[in-house]
């Protein structure tokens, strides 16, 4: 069976060379290359890849802030590519992670498909130590801004995609909710809503065990049944 | 032809009394130009007594004398001005009125006449501000003429009988205008030779001081220590043709050279109170072996009687001193004294220099060892992946960027040389960014606007890699969009500007961890050029950085 393979690399000459490398194994069908992380949380979503090779060093958002980003369900097989990393690398050696050195030797490469097919076979379902999301990148028309999860005062979900809204603005983003949920300190309040507790200003209670939350800014946020008793719990009144 | 005879030989003899005088203490101040009421009361005696002596020097004529006396006012006014000129004329005037004769009056008037006409001209020549012309021969042989020539006037228009007054003129005239001129011209030419050699002496001493300043200054830069003070106690005893030479730190003997080796030996502790003295008091000990004599702590038999101890001082901290001995047998002479303590201010300088010097390169050298170093593992493989990817499509390309690759390290490697010009630093440069350009594709445009003119200028070399490097590895490589690094070099009020500019505005937030190549660079140049130079950086985040480099133009 032919993995779809997606590669992200910053540098045009890498994935030209490793789509090369991959189609010449016969085991891949490379399904993408992305240029940076923005392109591959886009690419991951509408292609769904068996495999992913992923550059280390990267533009604005690099491959390990990258991984934390990916949704978990979506979670592909990841092989790291780097010129040259030698500590960070380290900590993935006893992990199901695999990586390999630029520039890639086909040795190398076959014996990384060996141990991708061995996962497979056992049907382990990759999971990846993420690390918490600092900055989330959001798109604006022509370039990306990285916004501080300190400064955000909520996120909403709704039909025209994820919204990070802070004081003075909101912008869009491709990550999804779940997981920023997972990887920041933001609180599900509602079904499409994630808090920033540290910007909540008072707690509105209404009746029918709703709630909405005004933040610092003025802004308010609706509070679901569901996530009421948490956030009581949570908050401690 | 008698008389002038006589006159002459009167004449050599003054010659020989200007001689001893030249040679005299007295005779100090002419030279330096310098007279203090006791230098003129000196040479008012002096040139009164040659006035009176060349009165009795002369030669009985007709009732009068035929004499070289005016030699003493003229030279008198010439040296000392108007008031000393009259002053010894009168005097000698005075001296000859009383021996008489029908020119009693008429002499001794016009002697104070000469000796004021001497000082005229003195002063004229001090207005003129070429009073050095004063010492002249010429000046002196013209003045003595025409103050003859005045004399022999006044004899005829106040001594009477006028006949006798006139042919005794007739008889004296030629020979007492010819041989007092000549006289005058040869005591100042002797003036003049003194003065030269006074002259010499002083250029031979500063001679010797820039001699012991040029072969002491790369001993020093090797430290302060048994070795190079060794080697410094060598060049001064060389060059001071003094007796011995020690040096010392503030505890041991660290060289002696001289006369009393055998005894004072390099790594024994300081024995002289003298020398603890200047050590502790911070100042110059001398003994001149004349009211006090050095007796030497560790011999009797010690020839050495006279010493200078020079503390050496480093930032205000004494570290050591510098000592010149003489024998008994030598006077130690004034201008040794003066050359000692030149010395010793010379080395303290000369110590601090190269003190702060080491520190300085060793700090900044290693820096840029780290600095040369870090260019390697990232960049390298990175250049070499791009290179094999290329070659799968474009082998002449990946040639290209080989040759490039290994250019660019045979640089890194061999640049040992301390300062490169512009054209050596953009050329270096040039292989990085061909590489750089491969390897980020379309993402990266580099602009050169260099003035042409700036080629040869001078700068500390790796000035202009890590600033580059900067640009681009924390800055355009960073971006999601394209970037645009600008080179530029151009003149800006007589200093030459070089910028580097990206489009990144990635510096501020980056600045702990990798303003490191700019701090180096920026340091490498201020100890080259001064504070006032070096780089400076400016930075709208996310919009431009922009690292400029200032340099004197025609510098270093």
């Known amino acids: 069976m032919v993995m779809k393979a997606l590669i992200v690399d910053d540098e045009f ?11 010449e194994t016969g085991e891949f069908q490379v399904a993408g290359k992305c240029a940076n992380a923005l392109e591959a949380i886009q690419a991951i979503r509408r292609e769904k890849p068996d495999v992913l090779f992923l550059d280390i060093q990267m533009p604005a958002i690099n491959g390990f802030e990258l991984l934390s980003m990916i949704d978990e369900s979506h979670m592909p097989i990841v092989v790291f590519v780097t010129a040259y990393d030698e500590y960070a690398l380290k900590a993935f050696e006893e992990s199901p992670l695999d990586y390999l050195l630029k520039p890639v030797e086909k040795a190398r490469l076959a014996k990384t498909i060996q141990k991708i097919r061995r996962l497979q076979k056992n049907g382990e379902h990759p999971v990846y130590a993420g690390q918490a999301i600092r900055k989330i990148p959001c798109l604006l028309s022509s370039k990306v801004k990285l916004v501080n999860v300190d400064d955000v005062e909520y996120v909403r979900s709704s039909e025209a995609g994820i919204y990070v809204v802070t004081a003075s603005a909101e912008y869009y983003t491709e990550l999804s909710l779940a997981t920023l949920e997972s990887r920041t300190g933001l609180v599900r309040c509602h079904r499409q809503f994630l808090v920033n507790l540290d910007l909540i200003d008072e707690i509105l209670l209404q009746e029918n065990l ?28 | 032809m008698h008389l002038l005879l006589h006159l002459i030989q009167a004449m050599a003899v003054f010659v020989v009394i200007a001689y001893a005088y030249c040679k005299s203490p007295w005779f100090r101040p002419v030279v330096f130009g310098s007279l203090g009421a006791r230098d003129k009361i000196v040479l008012y005696l002096f040139f009164s007594l040659l006035s009176i002596l060349g009165t009795y020097l002369g030669m009985p004529v007709q009732d009068a004398i035929a004499n070289t006396r005016a ?36 002499c001794s008037v016009s002697t104070t006449v000469e000796g004021t006409i001497g ?5 004229y020549l001090y207005r003129k501000g070429r009073q050095e012309k004063r010492l002249d021969p010429k000046v002196g042989f013209l003045t003595t003429f025409f103050a003859e020539l005045v004399q022999m006037a006044i004899i005829l228009l106040v001594s009477r009988p006028f006949g006798d007054a006139l042919s005794l003129v007739q008889t004296i005239a030629v020979p007492m205008i010819l041989s007092s001129s000549m006289g005058a011209a040869l005591f100042l030419n002797m003036v003049q030779d003194q003065r030269n050699i006074f002259d010499r002496v002083a250029a031979t001493t500063s001679a010797r001081a820039l001699k012991i300043a040029e072969r002491t200054v790369n001993i020093l830069r090797r430290g302060f220590n048994r070795e190079s003070a060794a080697d410094l106690a060598q060049v001064i005893h060389e060059e001071a043709a003094v007796g011995a030479v020690a040096i010392t730190d ?3 003997v660290l060289a002696f050279v ?16 003298l020398t603890r003295e200047a050590i502790e008091e911070n100042r110059v000990v001398f003994v001149d072996g004349v009211r006090a004599s050095y007796a030497c702590p560790l011999s009797k038999d010690c020839p050495l009687h006279s010493v200078l101890v020079v503390p050496l001082e480093v930032d205000g901290r004494v570290i050591g001193t510098i000592k010149l001995y003489e024998r008994s047998s030598q006077r130690f002479l004034n201008m040794n004294r003066a050359l000692g303590e030149g010395i010793a201010s010379l080395l303290s300088n000369q110590l601090l220099q190269s003190q702060y010097e080491m520190q300085k390169s060793l700090l900044v050298r290693s820096e840029l060892k780290l600095l040369q170093a870090q260019v390697n593992p990232h960049f390298l493989f990175n250049a070499l992946n791009t290179i094999v990817s290329i070659l799968r499509n474009d082998a002449g390309r990946a040639k290209d960027l080989l040759i490039h690759l290994s250019n660019l390290f045979r640089k890194n490697l061999n640049r040992s040389e301390d300062l490169s010009t512009l054209e050596e630093e953009l050329e270096h440069v040039h292989s990085y960014l061909e590489i750089e350009k491969a390897r980020l594709a379309g993402r990266l445009q580099v602009d050169m606007e260099i003035d042409p003119t700036l080629l040869g200028l001078r700068m500390p070399t790796f000035t202009l890699q890590p600033l580059i490097e900067n640009a681009i590895k924390h800055g355009i490589s960073n971006m999601l969009e394209p970037g645009r690094a600008v080179i530029r070099a151009r003149r800006d009020n007589g200093i030459a500007l070089i910028e580097i500019e990206d489009n990144a505005g990635s510096f501020v937030e980056k600045e702990v961890r990798d303003g490191h190549g700019i701090r180096i660079v920026d340091k490498r140049l201020k100890i080259l050029f001064g504070a006032a130079y070096g780089t400076t950086v400016a930075c709208r985040p996310g919009e431009q950085t922009k690292v400029t480099v200032r340099i004197p133009v025609g510098g270093g």
Do not use: W
């Open chain 1, 13 to 23: 000459h890498a994935r030209e060379e490793l789509e090369a490398l991959l189609n």
């Open chain 2, 119 to 123: 000082g005229l001209v003195c002063l």
């Open chain 2, 258 to 273: 001289g006369y009393g080796s055998d005894h004072h030996l390099p790594g024994e502790p300081i024995a002289s109170a």
């Open chain 2, 250 to 252: 503030t505890e041991k």
């Open chain 1, 210 to 237: 709703l709630a909405e939350i005004k933040m610092k800014s003025g802004k308010r946020v609706p509070v679901s049944r569901r996530h009421l008793k948490k956030l009581k719990e949570t908050l401690q009144f």
């Open chain 2, 71 to 106: 030699i003493g006012p003229v030279l008198a006014g010439l040296i000392g001005g108007p008031l000393l000129g009259t002053a010894v004329g009168f005097t000698g005037g005075l001296h000859r009125y009383f021996l008489g004769g029908f020119t009693a009056l008429s």
